[in-house]
């Protein structure tokens, strides 16, 4: 996976909000622990207070617009500062750099299974899911079929078993992008009423269609744009999209039939923010997420909102998907991981039985 980037402090006054990042809403009024005790002192006495926001590298675009709005919000209603310290990474190395000690007071990954990664090994308290709307899912995207040329008339899933496409997805023992890429594909079958039998045998076809397994998302990316391997990506419609708004036209298709709906979650630390004192701040950066003004800002850079008025300004933008699954829809994550990416798993057999293991 690739290092999580370098972390960058940010020191939001109210004077200097253009370009800056930061975070808001409403301050919790629930008990205050140890935590939020101190976070409320620091409150009441406008003394500034640092927040680090640890995300995958996609959503910067978002939160570079997002944070100044919240910052500004913060300091009107209470008088303080918010300092924001950020890192953006691949979603399962800034995965790993927290467990490893990288103290987030706010996680925003790719997937629910890093989060409950952080959350085994004992930083984030088990029902976090629940603490905010949607399961705590910030944004969603789905996934998007990027042609070379152009030519090929990709239009759904089944196309990428034809013998003429040379696929590019990253490894799923590797990369949580390459995950939801393996559960599209598998539910593209199962859902529309195939067995798993049929699923395993379209995935063997399509994997044996693909060059090389790059280990995550960015250089799977990389392989495809910058090496020239492959004639098909399989990559989230926001990356797509949001390269679009960077001059970078490629021609895509967002099969929609079967899609899967790729969910990425956020939540708090709870071991961290109580060890900084940051819980409230913290808690109310989560929250003003759902705002309909941080939804359009996800919305604006390629996320598909969860907030249904926003996503009915945005419904221009982003295709229908007919037969939209979910996790939930597959058996969750505890048992995709089982079944799937453990060792020895579909996955496992599927790369055995084709010699690429």
Same mark, same amino acid.
């Given at each position: 996976?690739?290092?999580?980037?370098?972390?960058?402090?940010?020191?939001?006054?109210?004077?200097?909000?253009?370009?800056?990042?930061?975070?808001?809403?409403?301050?919790?009024?629930?008990?205050?622990?140890?935590?939020?005790?101190?976070?409320?002192?620091?409150?009441?006495?406008?003394?500034? #207070?640092?927040?680090?926001?640890?995300?995958?590298?996609? +959503?910067?675009?978002?939160? @570079?617009?997002?944070?100044?709005?919240?910052? @500004?919000?913060?300091?009107?209603?209470?008088?303080?500062?918010?300092?924001?310290?950020?890192?953006? /990474?691949?979603?399962?190395?800034?995965?790993?750099? !927290?467990? =490893?000690?990288?103290? &987030?007071? !706010?996680?925003? $990954?790719?997937?629910?299974?890093? +989060?409950?990664?952080?959350?085994?090994?004992?930083?984030?308290?088990? /029902?976090?899911?629940?603490?905010?709307?949607?399961?705590?899912?910030?944004?969603?995207? !789905?996934?998007?079929?990027?042609?070379?040329?152009?030519?090929?008339?990709?239009?759904?899933?089944? =196309? $990428?078993?034809?013998? =003429?496409?040379?696929?590019?997805?990253?490894?799923?023992?590797?990369?949580? /992008?390459?995950?939801?890429?393996?559960?599209?594909?598998?539910?593209? #079958?199962? *859902?529309?009423?195939?067995?798993? *039998?049929? &699923?395993?045998?379209?995935? @063997?076809?399509?994997?044996?269609?693909?060059? !090389?397994?790059?280990? =995550?998302?960015?250089?799977?990316?990389?392989?495809?744009?910058?090496?020239?391997?492959?004639?098909?990506?399989?990559?989230?419609?926001?990356?797509?999209?949001?390269?679009?708004?960077?001059?970078?036209?490629?021609?895509?298709?967002? %099969?929609?039939?079967?899609?899967?709906?790729?969910?990425?979650?956020?939540?708090?630390?709870?071991?961290?923010?109580?060890?900084?004192?940051?819980?409230?701040?913290?808690?109310?950066?989560?929250?003003? $997420?759902?705002?309909?003004?941080? *939804?359009?800002?996800?919305?604006?850079?390629?996320?598909?909102?969860?907030?249904?008025?926003?996503?009915?300004?945005?419904?221009?933008?982003? %295709?229908?998907?007919?037969?939209?699954?979910?996790?939930?829809?597959?058996?969750?994550?505890?048992?995709?991981?089982?079944?799937?990416? @453990?060792?020895?798993?579909?996955?496992?057999?599927?790369?055995?039985?084709?010699?690429?293991?």
């Amino acid at each position: 996976m690739t290092k999580p980037s370098s972390m960058v402090s940010v020191v939001l006054m109210s004077s200097l909000l253009g370009g800056m990042l930061i975070s808001c809403s409403s301050p919790n009024t629930s008990t205050p622990n140890a935590g939020t005790s101190q976070s409320a002192t620091n409150t009441s006495s406008t003394k500034p #207070v640092t927040l680090t926001l640890v995300s995958y590298a996609v +959503t910067q675009s978002a939160y @570079e617009k997002i944070i100044p709005k919240f910052v @500004e919000q913060w300091k009107a209603k209470t008088g303080q500062d918010v300092v924001f310290e950020q890192s953006y /990474g691949g979603s399962g190395s800034q995965t790993r750099a !927290v467990i =490893d000690g990288l103290e &987030a007071d !706010v996680v925003a $990954l790719a997937l629910a299974l890093d +989060t409950k990664k952080i959350e085994k090994a004992g930083l984030i308290q088990p /029902g976090w899911e629940k603490e905010l709307p949607n399961d705590s899912i910030v944004h969603r995207s !789905v996934a998007a079929l990027v042609e070379r040329d152009g030519k090929l008339n990709v239009k759904k899933w089944s =196309d $990428l078993a034809r013998d =003429d496409i040379k696929v590019i997805t990253a490894n799923p023992k590797t990369s949580g /992008g390459a995950r939801w890429n393996f559960l599209a594909l598998w539910g593209s #079958v199962t *859902q529309a009423g195939g067995t798993p *039998q049929q &699923a395993t045998t379209f995935i @063997e076809k399509v994997l044996k269609n693909a060059p !090389v397994l790059p280990k =995550d998302a960015r250089e799977a990316s990389d392989v495809f744009y910058k090496q020239g391997q492959g004639n098909v990506l399989i990559n989230y419609e926001n990356e797509v999209l949001l390269a679009e708004q960077k001059g970078e036209k490629v021609p895509y298709v967002v %099969p929609t039939d079967y899609n899967i709906s790729i969910d990425n979650p956020v939540t708090v630390v709870d071991a961290n923010v109580d060890k900084h004192g940051t819980r409230q701040v913290a808690e109310a950066f989560t929250q003003f $997420l759902y705002t309909p003004e941080a *939804q359009r800002e996800f919305a604006q850079v390629g996320f598909r909102p969860v907030d249904t008025e926003v996503t009915k300004e945005f419904a221009s933008k982003y %295709p229908t998907v007919k037969n939209l699954f979910t996790v939930k829809d597959l058996g969750g994550w505890s048992k995709i991981q089982q079944e799937f990416f @453990e060792d020895d798993a579909t996955f496992d057999k599927i790369m055995n039985k084709l010699n690429k293991s």
